[in-house]
């Protein structure tokens, strides 16, 4: 928002100056109030208003072309912001599975702990206890009933206007209930149609006298906790407290966000409703080519892309964000290539010294032995996530295995089915495969076969149970058995890619320390360093394979900077120095350990992070400022919490935290 379109028009002067020849913009569409960033969308039908309108989007496109200058846009097609302003989800809010955009949502609406309902899980509190403290109350506004819980206000259903209405209504508004009741009826109504309707309902509601009536009777109802809980007991929706989510959730986010709901793309109208706008930026010129973000997130990402492409054509240039684990390849899609992570991680590893880094891998496991294990170490933090964070997620891929008739042995412990599928997921060895039929492909047929086998090495109790999963990513016999079975893996690998992100990136990454320049989002700390004939093999496939990926070096998910990640890597060329250097450190820094449970705080292998990260962000002119200090502070308090180890967001240990 504070860098507009007026803003970027100003300066092509000087881009042009500095020999740019295409923009890559974050997501233009409409977005949550005040985002920086644009990933939280409410309406992707509009231009973000904080960004300018159509017509300085125009001006700014035709200053692009007289400039030579390309647009490739960013867009956001697993997920829109879970927020009561959201255009589908507002009418979803009100209006229940009448909804128009019921199912354009990824809603389990079947959900035994919210049937027919959608969770809300943003209250600080439980329900009971936000009405103690007087924060969950009624509100009426020119545009209908909400229930405002500080400064968020969520529909109330049309079904409970006449509970809300009764008794404020003179003789001459008669015709309220009939409107009500052609509302509330009429279920097959469109939205535009709802809103219509709607607007004649609330031209009567906000009738001066009317309106005052209503004030006043919501002053008794806003006193009554009983009639409170009555009518929030009444939505279409279920207001819980946030932390329900990390055991209980009806509704597919992006990672484990409760703010960003995702929508289920692989239906043609969710696709064509959500392109509409995008699309005619295309055709006007406006943009030449697309980034597609999360694209793991998809059921079915290469139909994705056929789709896409087949709406903007062939000359139109996409790219999509896609993390290529070291043994990964980009399955062949209708695309120019990914974003560049991978790119990011061969510039880093040829410009650290490969032979310096062994012995900085001694060092280091010399410091922290148990820590030397580096894929045990990932698979654990991938099952450690499970429960605490994405446990409903677990129980909803039991539920959905279960309910498509799937295991045939009633017999089977439905705790050992549920701990083998958390543990197959937790030991597949890429983020996810993109599995579009029964059989799957030979590339694929591998990954699930390493990820079984690894599955049952550190689980062998679990092997019938592994077993019985494992026969599901063949073809049965049994058509409709196979279709089964291909709609539940195909949603299997919707979680794959999200639990290798918290597991690895968000917690491993904090927790595996020889050389933290390579704990970035493509890369490998396990490889630390490769030789400029590695790198140069590299570029040679990626210039056959994939000639027009972006070759990035930073990106919004990287935890540092270039400039940063080069200064750490220059460890590995003074192996021997940073060796004695660590260890003088210690000696002076030991005094100001503290004891805390009986154990020294900082640990080790903290301690070894921070001086990594010192390294890396110390200021230029070697002056430790107030500043310097204070945000690495800030900073090392977040690493410490995405360990999980010691300290964490849900619970964190304040006292270890300040050692």
Wanted: charged content about 25%.
């Amino acid at each position: 928002k504070n860098f507009n379109f007026r803003h970027l028009l100003n300066i092509l002067d000087y881009l042009e100056d500095l020999g740019i020849t295409t923009i890559y913009a974050s997501p233009i569409l409409q977005a949550a109030k005040g985002s920086e960033h644009g990933y939280d969308g409410i309406d992707v039908t509009k231009i973000n208003d904080e960004l300018g309108s159509e017509e300085d989007m125009r001006k700014l496109a035709e200053g692009l072309k007289k400039k030579n200058i390309g647009w490739i846009q960013d867009i956001v097609p697993n997920h829109l912001a879970f927020d009561p302003n959201n255009v589908w989800l507002k009418d979803v809010l009100e209006r229940g599975m009448n909804s128009s955009y019921a199912n354009y949502f990824d809603i389990d609406w079947d959900h035994p702990f919210y049937p027919g309902k959608l969770m809300v899980p943003f209250l600080e509190a439980t329900v009971p206890e936000c009405l103690e403290q007087n924060i969950l109350n009624v509100r009426f506004q020119e545009d209908g009933f909400y229930l405002a819980y500080r400064e968020l206000y969520y529909p109330i259903s049309l079904e409970t206007y006449p509970y809300l209405i009764s008794g404020c209504l003179t003789d001459e508004f008669n015709s309220v209930n009939s409107i009500l009741n052609a509302l509330v009826s009429s279920n097959g109504i469109t939205y535009e149609q709802c809103c219509g309707m709607k607007a004649e309902l609330m031209s009567q509601l906000n009738d001066e006298t009317v309106a005052a009536n209503i004030q006043e009777k919501l002053k008794t109802i806003n006193a009554d906790n009983s009639a409170l809980s009555y009518i929030i007991g009444s939505q279409h929706y279920a207001l819980c407290f946030h932390m329900d989510s990390n055991t209980t959730i009806n509704y597919r986010r992006f990672f484990n966000v409760n703010g960003l709901i995702c929508l289920r793309m692989e239906d043609e109208p969710v696709f064509n409703a959500y392109h509409s706008l995008i699309h005619k930026l295309y055709e006007r010129g406006h943009i030449q080519g697309l980034r597609i973000d999360h694209v793991d997130g998809l059921r079915n990402p290469v139909e994705y892309a056929d789709r896409l492409r087949a709406m903007f054509g062939e000359d139109c240039y996409i790219i999509v964000e896609k993390v290529l684990d070291d043994q990964e390849q980009l399955p062949e899609m209708r695309i120019q290539g990914t974003s560049g992570y991978e790119f990011l991680s061969y510039i880093n590893q040829v410009i650290t010294d490969n032979k310096g880094s062994e012995k900085l891998l001694k060092v280091y496991n010399s410091y922290v032995p148990e820590f030397s294990d580096y894929g045990r170490m990932v698979f654990d933090r991938k099952l450690a996530f499970l429960e605490p964070y994405l446990n409903g997620e677990w129980d909803n891929l039991l539920r959905l295995l279960l309910s498509l008739n799937l295991i045939e042995d009633e017999e089977i412990k439905m705790s050992a089915l549920k701990k083998a599928l958390g543990v197959f997921m937790a030991a597949f060895p890429v983020y996810r495969a993109y599995v579009e039929k029964m059989p799957l492909d030979a590339n694929d047929a591998e990954l699930v076969q390493q990820g079984f086998e690894k599955a049952r090495n550190i689980h062998p109790e679990l092997s019938y149970e592994l077993k019985t999963l494992e026969s599901l990513f063949h073809p049965h016999e049994d058509d409709t058995k196979t279709n089964n079975r291909l709609i539940f893996v195909q949603r299997l690998f919707q979680f794959t890619g999200p639990l290798a992100a918290k597991g690895m990136e968000d917690t491993v990454f904090y927790l595996y320390n020889p050389l933290i320049s390579h704990n970035e989002v493509g890369d490998q700390p396990k490889k630390l360093g490769i030789s400029t004939k590695e790198f140069h093999e590299q570029m040679i496939h990626r210039q056959k394979n994939q000639p027009y990926s972006f070759n990035c070096t930073s990106t919004h998910d990287t935890k540092r900077g270039e400039d940063a990640r080069v200064r750490i890597n220059l460890i590995s060329e003074l192996a021997d120095e940073w060796k004695s250097l660590v260890k003088h450190w210690q000696e002076i820094n030991e005094p100001y350990r503290q004891l805390i449970k009986g154990e020294k705080a900082p640990i080790v292998n903290d301690e070894y992070y921070l001086y990594q990260t010192i390294i890396g962000g110390f200021p230029e002119d070697l002056k430790v400022t107030r500043e310097f200090v204070e945000r690495t502070k800030t900073y090392f308090t977040k690493v410490l919490r995405e360990t999980k180890l010691k300290s964490e967001y849900i619970n964190p240990n304040y006292s270890y935290e300040a050692a």
